[in-house]
């Protein structure tokens, strides 16, 4: 059975996941540098295209399982 101060230690975290989620919905997990640094690596055609690599991800995603795993 719980008592007070359990009740009030868990509408706490409650309270405080609800603001952490709130902060985060309010912008974008995006780091604008980094979009910044691949979209003029690409514009100067530095960006690296690895077909196998594209290939795994992809059937990663179709899967389910984790591109980066080794093989």
Do not use: C
Request: aromatic share 4%; hydrophobic share 50%; charged share 25%.
């Amino acid at each position: 059975m719980e008592t007070g101060a359990e009740r009030a230690a868990t509408g706490a975290a409650a309270g405080s996941l609800q603001a952490v989620a709130h902060d985060m919905a309010a912008s974008p997990p995006v780091d604008a540098d980094r979009v910044a640094r691949i979209r003029k690596a690409i514009k100067d055609g530095t960006f690296p295209i690895l077909p196998a690599t594209i290939a795994d991800h992809l059937l990663a995603m179709k899967y389910h399982w984790d591109g980066n795993d080794a093989a």
